[in-house]
């Protein structure tokens, strides 16, 4: 699995201030933004480009727009705050739908809600959630994406655990995968350590 991590000085100072525990809601939201946007850049990079003809005030030229714009697919909860962003950078993307929650005990992935294209055949797909921890969620809606036909997904987490990074890797699924950290590992509780807590109560509160 090609796995992209990008450690640009802003996506890192980015990744800090979702860290830092004293930042609130607001700041954590406005960073992931941010961050998102970094990481949907460098998720594009080698996309292909259709070329059409266009003419400046001054003469003509070639002007570029994507290919096949991606599907992306925010999973919720905490995946809604990388959605707009990553709409805002590509407008022409279509998008589906993802609810999966991890039980807080056995740390396994609940599905609640699907709501994606009936065929992704051919369709590029970039995943949208702030974290692979255990891999298990990411897991699930790979395999989701997979039932529709799709054969290049883009995984694309702020902060990843190398547990969740192997688990990918090992599933043989055709994925590629981009994000800002793989952190040191899983503490006893599933969670990424150092990490930067739960994404969803960061952004949302706790539920
Ligand atoms: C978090 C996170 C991932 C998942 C990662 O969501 O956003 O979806 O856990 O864990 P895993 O790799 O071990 O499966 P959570 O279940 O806390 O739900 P939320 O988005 O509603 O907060």
């Known amino acids: ?42 998720a594009t990079r080698g996309a292909p480009l259709a070329e059409d003809p266009i003419h400046t005030p001054v003469s003509r030229t070639v002007g570029y727009r994507l290919a096949s714009p991606p599907v992306l697919v925010p999973v919720l909860r905490a ?29 396994q992935p609940v599905p609640y809600m699907e709501s994606l294209p009936d065929s992704l055949v051919g369709r590029p797909v970039f995943v949208l959630d702030p974290m692979l921890a255990t891999g298990g969620s990411m897991l699930h809606t790979v395999e989701l994406l997979t039932r529709r036909g799709a054969d290049d997904v883009t995984v694309i987490c702020a902060l990843s655990a190398p547990e969740g990074v192997q688990r990918l890797r090992e599933s043989g699924l055709p994925l590629r995968m981009v994000t800002a950290s793989i952190d040191e590992r899983l503490n006893d509780s599933a969670f990424i350590v150092p990490g930067l807590g739960d994404a969803g109560d960061r952004q949302f509160g706790s539920v």
């Open 79 to 107: 995946g809604l705050g990388m959605a707009e962003a990553a709409l805002n950078l590509i407008p022409e993307a279509q998008m589906g739908f993802v609810g999966m929650a991890r039980d807080e005990e056995t740390h």
């Open 1 to 42: 699995m090609d796995t992209i991590v990008v450690d640009h000085p802003l996506a890192r100072a980015r990744l800090s201030n979702m860290r830092d525990a004293r930042n609130d809601n607001a700041t954590f939201r406005a960073a992931l933004r941010e961050l998102t946007l970094m990481l949907v850049y460098e």
